[in-house]
């Protein structure tokens, strides 16, 4: 959908976090992004509220266009001004664990004990 942000390379932070949540959990985590940051009507930081890196969901929202009400607008024609209905969140969900999928297939559906990146 959005063709640059599904060539963009994942950081290592974000692919970490993604195995340490598995698929199970990252979906439930999914459902929880969703709904807080464009399910509702008006978000305070409205155009800025998903970040693009840190975290595989906030790189599936951007390639998948639901990281803002405008994106969601533009891109699956839901109307801003409003909360999502449950389909509509459903749906975004299911974009972003697309998203996953793809990008890491190999991702266990639970979790996996990850160790941590040491900075230098």
Known sequence: MRHSFWHRSIDPRAQNHARRKGRHRLRMAAEARILSSVGKAKHPREGRQTPFEGNILYYAQHSVA???????????????????????????????????????????????????????
Do not use: S
Not at 86 to 109: G, H, I, K, S
């Open 66 to 120: 639901a990281c803002c009400r405008k994106c969601i607008e533009y891109w699956h024609g839901i109307e801003p001004g409003r909360p999502l209905t449950q389909d509509e969140a459903n749906y975004l969900v299911e974009l972003v664990m697309l998203y996953v999928a793809d990008r890491m297939p190999d991702l266990a559906d639970g979790p996996t004990k990850v160790p941590p990146l040491r900075t230098k």
